[in-house]
């Protein structure tokens, strides 16, 4: 419950009321009366306000409040036993005195609260700024009494050795909590609003105990408006345990907020406490220098001031080779990360073509044998389906260590993507030989989860003699490909060598890979756009851009050249080419356009978790100055369930750009749709196969409606694909589903025939 403010706010005019008046008054009825009970006063209000503000928090940031309110209220028991005796019995308050106490527990209080507070820089920065405020509070100590400090105790005409302690004691602790709170301050980037009010206070505080010793000194104390001082440091405290919440350290908020890694300060901060040293080592050589007799006081404040700085120096060198160290493992982690695969800690496809291309560099100029044993898991799509995708991880993980297993060390075992493994031998070795035991490898049943799974592998293997003729590395990987796809092709479970003589489907797909790294880099793979309507209006809300590729006057359908740029890594290149001509034709086209219209790009699954990903993506969004949702990109389930964790993350990260994400092909994988809830998707577009029947057979409907809801529930939006006739229009609209693609509503066109299509605004829906 928030404190009653404006009772605060009429409490803090009553005491500057208070003092205006008193400036007018007697100096002896302003000691007595006013200047005490103001300053009474004043603390209280800090003092409940400090602990109500306690109540606020938990943690450190609690521990912090709770001491500047602990701190707060000594102060303010002390000045009750002095106004106790000046008002109430009408005598002088002795100096020193029990008050004193009270006095002395504030600033040492507040220093512990100062050291609680939440900052950027971590446990080991908390001591490097306790030794800076030590430092640097003796380093100010010692300048003050060698100029005018020591002239002030030695003006003190009782020569009392407590009074000369206290006269010293409360502005060397001053000095200490100003510069713990400057470099407090300067170690935060959150919630620095009620650091400020408490460090301004502070400062009042000490301009005040500074005026006192000095007037105290030399007798002259009767009161005066050196009070002002503590009443305004006060207020200055209350009215920061006002102000909004400050984050608590470790929280989400706090984490956010920071711009370095934990324990490492600013450069200003950094080199803040080391001002003040050296101004102290300065003055003190000066001074010998110039003839002074340094005294042990002043010989021994100097020996410490040194000492400090070299437990500082210390601290900051500890934590520098820790900041190496960790560096250096982050860098190690980082390069592991960019070469392996995050799922079986094998190497990734970038690892095995940098192994492989050396591998071939070595065959050209020794005559080395290299060879590439290529194989994929048989039927691995149903154990994902029936078993979900964490059984097929760990099955996953569980193969990648039986590959490792059946091959030499020196050998480069590699996870290329989903269920493909190949594996790149060097220095001889017969590759069917190793083939054979790979697969015999694998033929001992495994245990999953409590389920025996029998799993198989089609091998394609690809070997370079001594006197084969050189070839690149992306094309012998493709040639261990085909071979593959020839042992699948063959019934699988079955082991395949390359040979020049392969089935005409191998050799159409080979000869159709060239052509189509021609056509990738002469940029003729082109863009089809198929309308996205709103089922109610016919408006036109979005395109849906589809891959198209003529080779030789005949158009290579996407599933065969889509899934060939994969095997063969033309993929990167190919999304980067596509993804930068629909921005820029959703540019033309929403320019001037005041309807909402987006451009749906699907990606491919490899493509989801490929670094640099997201930052071409960023760059295309920036360059054509996209709104947020006008480019969305399709995602099949495969590729979000490839790397759940990585693809989640890319998502997130896709999304922060303003980029839409959408599952294509949404009731395929139905069994895993639990999961969706997870990943922070935009929409979804129902498979086709799901419309196929729903305006003729009732179950089909029924099914669809289940998923529609299901979709609606995670709270995705819904398009369907393959609208072809007007009775699944209307089975559609009763079903609740919004928006539809297909040849009924609109078949794919060219992108110089969308504008007329716009200019339309709606297409019949039958």
């Known amino acids: 419950m928030a404190p009653p403010r404006a009772a605060v706010v009429a409490v803090v005019l009553v005491l500057v009321g208070c003092q205006i008046a008193a400036l007018w008054s007697p100096a002896e009825s302003f000691d007595r009366f006013t200047s005490n009970l103001a300053q009474l006063g004043s603390g209280l209000v800090a003092t409940g306000l400090t602990a109500w503000r306690t ?30 005796v000046e008002v109430v019995q009408g005598g002088e308050a002795p100096f020193p005195s029990v008050a004193d106490v009270g006095f002395v527990a504030f600033p040492l209080l507040a220093t512990a609260s100062l050291l609680l507070h939440p900052t950027d820089d971590g446990r080991t920065g908390r001591w490097q700024r306790t030794l800076d405020a030590l430092m640097t509070s003796t380093a100010v100590g010692l300048v003050s009494w060698e100029t005018a400090l020591g002239a002030v105790v030695s003006y003190d005409i009782t020569e009392d ?74 207020l200055l405290i209350g009215l920061a345990a006002l102000t909004r919440r400050d984050p608590v350290a470790g929280t989400a908020v706090e984490g956010a907020a920071r711009q370095r890694p934990a324990g ?48 500082r120096q210390y601290l900051a060198l500890r934590d520098n080779t820790r900041l190496a160290a960790e560096l250096a493992t982050r860098e190690a982690e980082l390069r592991h990360q960019a070469f392996h695969d995050g799922l079986t800690g094998l190497a990734n496809r970038a690892l095995f073509l940098d192994r492989l291309e050396h591998a071939l560099q070595l065959h050209a100029r020794d005559l080395r044998p290299v060879s590439v044993v290529f194989l994929d898991l048989d039927d691995f799509k149903v154990i994902n389906d029936t078993l979900g995708h964490a059984a097929g991880d760990e099955l996953l993980v569980r193969v990648a260590d039986r590959l490792t297993g059946a091959v030499r060390t020196g050998d480069t075992v ?45 091998v394609g293997i690809c070997a370079l003699d001594a006197d084969d003729a050189p070839v690149a590395a992306d094309e012998l990987l493709a040639r261990s490909d085909t071979a593959m796809y020839s042992a699948k092709r063959s019934g699988k479970d079955r082991i395949v060598a390359y040979s020049v003589g392969m089935s005409l489907a191998e050799l159409q797909d080979q000869e159709l890979r060239q052509a189509l790294r021609t056509a990738i880099d002469d940029k003729r793979v082109r863009l089809a756009y198929q309308p996205i309507v709103e089922l109610e209006t016919g408006r036109v809300l979005g395109l849906e851009a589809l891959a198209r590729w003529r080779h030789e006057d005949t158009d290579v359908p996407p599933d065969v050249f889509i899934p060939l740029a994969e095997r063969t890594g033309l993929m990167p290149a190919l999304t980067a080419d596509l993804l930068a001509e629909a921005c820029r034709k959703l540019a033309e086209w929403t320019t001037g356009r005041h309807e909402p219209l987006t451009v749906h790009v699907n990606v491919a699954p490899s493509q989801v978790i490929a670094p640099g990903f997201v930052a071409i993506v960023g760059e295309l969004v920036s360059r054509y100055r996209l709104l947020p949702g006008q480019l969305v990109l399709e995602i099949t389930e495969s590729g979000i369930f490839a790397d759940l964790d990585a693809a989640k993350r890319t998502v997130t990260q896709l999304r922060h750009l303003g980029v839409g994400v959408s599952l294509d092909d949404f009731g395929v994988g139905y069994s895993s749709l639990a999961q969706l809830n997870s990943m922070p998707l935009d929409s979804v577009k129902i498979d086709r196969s799901f419309l196929a029947a729903i305006d003729t057979d009732a179950r089909q409907a029924t099914f669809l409606r289940a998923v529609l809801r299901l979709a609606e529930d995670i709270g995705l939006q819904v398009v369907a694909e393959g609208v072809e006739r007007p009775s699944q229009v209307r089975q559609l609209r ?18 110089d025939d969308v504008p007329e299509l716009l200019e339309r605004r709606a297409v019949a829906v039958g």
């Not at 102290?280 to 000492?307: F, N, Q």
């Open 55 to 84: 109540t606020r928090h938990a943690g450190r940031t609690r521990w912090s409040w709770a001491l500047l309110s602990a701190g707060t209220g000594c102060w303010t028991l002390g000045q009750a036993y002095w106004s106790w």
């Open 161 to 234: 050795t407590l009074t000369s302690a206290l006269l010293v004691t409360y502005p060397v602790l001053d000095v200490l909590v100003i510069t713990l709170t400057v470099l407090t301050l300067a170690r935060t980037t959150t919630g620095r609003t009620p650091l400020v009010l408490v460090g301004l206070g502070l400062t009042s505080f000490s301009v005040a105990d500074s005026g006192f010793a000095y007037v105290a000194a030399t007798g002259a104390y009767v009161g005066s408006s050196i009070d002002l001082g503590w009443i305004a440091g006060f």
């Open 264 to 311: 490492v300060p600013s450069t200003r901060s950094a080199f803040l406490p080391y001002v003040p040293v050296a101004v102290a080592l300065v003055v003190t050589a000066g001074l010998a220098v110039s003839g002074r007799v340094l005294g042990g006081g002043e010989l021994l404040t100097a020996a410490i001031v040194v000492g400090l700085l070299l437990a």
């Open 414 to 458: 590699a996870r290329l993507g989903g269920d493909e493994f190949a594996v790149l031998l060097e220095d001889g070795g017969d590759p069917l030989q190793i083939g054979a035991k790979i697969a015999g490898g694998l033929r001992t049943p495994f245990t999953v989860r409590g389920n025996t799974l029998d799993v198989h592998a089609s």
């Open 734 to 751: 009763a079903l609740g589903c919004e928006f539809a693609q297909g040849y009924l509503l609109g078949r794919p066109m060219d992108g």
